[in-house]
């Protein structure tokens, strides 16, 4: 295969990221760009210069196409992956994988029915301090894990969907999930379970607006192997996109992230220290954006096995599901398999 012909479904703000990254890396060709709304759909075919569809079935009757990339809000993943599995295309499918277990499992089995590549959007894996963290673990350097603590915080509130608890999963998940996956990555082991707080301590008129909704999140968890982690989630925070990541092992620990981009200093007539955020995790996450899309193209091409898969989709779901009944009920929960096995 020469170039990847992608349908791009979902023009919002994630899809725009995956949408400009497509048009740019040469193994790839942006032929479709799906959008319920008219709006949207109009905007990014302007920029990406792609044809523009109603909906992921006109676009695969109309369109030759090798791979779907799916943006939508999370409660239309599993339609748009099932419906491009079943027609016989790759996927890459954002975070969180579905709304439920049972979705990400009919996800996970139309996609394996159809011999097809799913790809799940945990870009953190193609960061590079993310990698080098990763690498310096499975080196044996650190010793035997001690604790991940993971911290992901936002700056703006979530789009309206993700405020109702039936069309997202809240926080816990759809920024979470990052940190969830984090951990099991970082680890090579899975969840046995976490007990979770949330509570709403910024964004009082979303939460009046909204039942359910809240902007802050904690959880322990406990892997099989016996590390200890944290999970930390807020949004919003105002001051720009903050994601860290903290390894104690028993030889060593290592830490990633900063709230600033690079070097920039500034000191005030005052004594006052300035220094520059992140704004957004679009900057933050630029290059492994673009990384993951690479690599996803790559294995499209060499029928290669994806390194974040439909099954690490299905697990860090797992997880978060877990930290909201969790918070939900007061209590620790175990995070159940829910099946998904090759
Ligand atoms: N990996 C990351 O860091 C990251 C960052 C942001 C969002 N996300 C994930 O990406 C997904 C989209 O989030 P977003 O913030 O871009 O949302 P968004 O609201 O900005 O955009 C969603 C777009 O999808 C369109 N849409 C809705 N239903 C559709 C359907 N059935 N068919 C076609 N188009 C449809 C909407 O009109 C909208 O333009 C979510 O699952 C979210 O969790 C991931």
Redesign the pocket.
């Known amino acids: 295969m020469e170039r990847v012909r992608v349908c791009l479904?979902?023009?919002?703000?994630?899809?725009l990221?995956h949408g400009r990254n497509l048009v740019r890396l040469p193994e790839a060709q942006l032929v479709a760009v799906?959008?319920?709304?008219g709006a949207?759909r109009d905007r990014a075919c302007a920029e990406l210069g792609a044809r523009g569809f109603r909906?992921?079935e006109e676009a695969l009757e109309r369109a030759a196409v090798d791979a779907v990339c799916v943006?939508?809000?999370?409660f239309?993943?599993r339609?748009?992956v099932v419906l491009a599995a079943d027609a016989g295309k790759h996927v890459f499918c954002?975070?969180?994988l579905a709304l439920t277990l049972t979705q990400a499992q009919e996800m996970l089995q139309a996609t394996r029915r159809a011999g097809v590549v799913l790809q799940v959007?945990?870009?953190r894996r193609f960061d590079p301090e993310f990698r080098a963290a990763r690498e310096c673990v499975a080196s044996g350097e650190l010793g035997r894990l001690v604790f991940v603590r993971s911290i992901t915080r936002g700056p703006g509130l979530?789009?309206r969907?993700?405020w109702d608890p039936a069309k997202?999963i809240g926080l816990l998940a759809?920024v979470c999930s990052?940190d969830f996956d984090t951990l099991r990555w970082l680890s090579g082991s899975e969840f046995r379970s976490v007990f979770a707080r949330v509570a709403v301590r910024k964004a009082t008129e979303a939460a009046v607006e909204q039942p359910g909704f809240y902007d802050v999140a904690l959880v322990t968890a406990e892997l099989e192997d016996g590390t200890l982690g944290s999970v930390e989630g807020a949004c919003p925070v105002d001051y720009g996109y903050d994601a860290r990541l903290e390894v104690l092992g028993t030889e060593g620990m290592l830490a990633v992230g900063s709230v600033g981009p690079g070097t920039y200093t500034q000191v005030t007539r005052d004594g006052r220290v300035v220094q520059h955020t992140f704004r957004s995790?679009r900057d933050r996450?630029q290059e492994a954006y673009r990384a993951e899309m690479w690599h996803f193209l790559q294995c499209v091409r060499e029928g290669r096995t994806p390194e974040v898969t439909g099954l690490d989709g299905l697990r860090a779901l797992e997880a978060a599901l877990a930290a909201v009944e969790s918070a939900r009920s007061g209590q620790p929960q175990l995070v159940g398999r829910g099946g998904g096995e090759p």
Not at 9 to 15: C, D, N, Y
């Open positions: 479904v979902g023009a919002g703000r994630a899809g990221v799906v959008d319920e709304e949207a909906s992921l943006a939508t809000p999370t239309a993943h339609d748009a954002e975070k969180p959007g945990f870009m979530p789009p969907w993700a997202g759809e990052h995790w996450f």
